[in-house]
């Protein structure tokens, strides 16, 4: 349970807030919540049972490479 309290702290640099306003401070922090809501929220409803246990950091690490893995490069056509 730790880990899931640290998250959002590490992974949505919620460690120290940029900012002196009170006002400014709220709303950074509900921002960065809501993306960590959100990015939890499509790792319980878009991914597979072994993949919801991850961690952020995790889930990033293993996510990324995938469409470097579907994609082919593409070779322009020579006009000449």
């Not at 509900?30 to 939890?40: D, P, Q, V």
């Not at 490479?65 to 006009?79: K, M, N, V, W, Y």
Request: hydrophobic share 40%; with cysteine.
């Amino acid at each position: 349970m730790e880990i899931r309290i640290r998250e959002p702290r590490e992974d949505f640099a919620l460690r120290k807030i940029p900012t002196a306003s009170f006002a400014a401070k709220a709303l950074y922090l509900e921002i960065g919540f809501f993306a960590c809501n959100l990015a939890t929220a499509f790792q319980r409803t878009c991914l597979d049972g072994s993949w919801q246990s991850l961690t952020l950091q995790r889930l990033r690490y293993k996510l990324f490479p995938i469409p470097g893995e579907l994609t082919r490069p593409q070779i322009a056509p020579c006009s000449g």
